[in-house]
Nanobody, 125 residues
Framework: QVQLVESGGGLVQAGGSLRLACAAS????????MGWFRQAPGTEREFVAA????????YYVDSVKGRFTISRDNAKNTVYLQMNSLKPEDTAVYYC??????????????????WGQGTQVTVSS
C-alpha cells in the first residue's frame, strides 16, 4: 500500500493562500481515491475534500466550497489542496488520506484507511 507525506503547511494571514501537497510512495497511486481532512485543537477530525482515482469527481465540505480546490497528478503520485481566502477558522492540522478502489468514485468518509502524518496550517486574523 502507499505511504503518504504531506507538505506545504505554514502560517498565513487571513485572506491569504496556501497549497498543500500529499506525496504518495509506490507505483499504484492511480488506484487510490484521496481525501483531505483537518483537525483543530479540541475537535474531532473533519472531512474537507475528496477526489476520485482519475480526478474527474471531487467533493467538498460546505465550509470550503468556492475557496479550496482538490486536484491530483497521478504521474507525480501527488494530491493537492489549494486553499484560497483562508480564514482563522481554517486553522488546523491537515491530513491526507487514501483508500484503494477499482471504481471511479468518491469514497465514503469512513472508508479511508491510509493516513499521512499531517501538516499544520495556521491562519492569523
Amino acid at each position: 500500500q502507499v505511504q503518504l507525506v504531506e507538505s506545504g503547511g505554514g502560517l498565513v494571514q487571513a485572506g491569504g493562500s496556501l497549497r498543500l501537497a500529499c506525496a504518495a510512495s509506490g507505483r499504484t497511486f492511480s488506484g487510490y481515491a484521496m481525501g483531505w481532512f483537518r483537525q483543530a485543537p479540541g475537535t474531532e477530525r473533519e472531512f474537507v475534500a475528496a477526489i476520485s482515482t482519475t480526478g474527474r469527481s471531487t467533493y467538498y465540505v460546505d465550509s470550503v466550497k468556492g475557496r479550496f480546490t482538490i486536484s491530483r497528478d497521478n504521474a507525480k503520485n501527488t494530491v493537492y489542496l489549494q486553499m484560497n481566502s483562508l480564514k482563522p477558522e481554517d486553522t488546523a492540522v491537515y491530513y491526507c488520506a487514501a483508500k484503494r478502489t477499482s471504481v471511479e468514485r468518491i469514497v465514503p468518509l469512513g472508508e479511508y484507511n491510509i493516513w499521512g502524518q499531517g501538516t499544520q496550517v495556521t491562519v492569523s486574523s
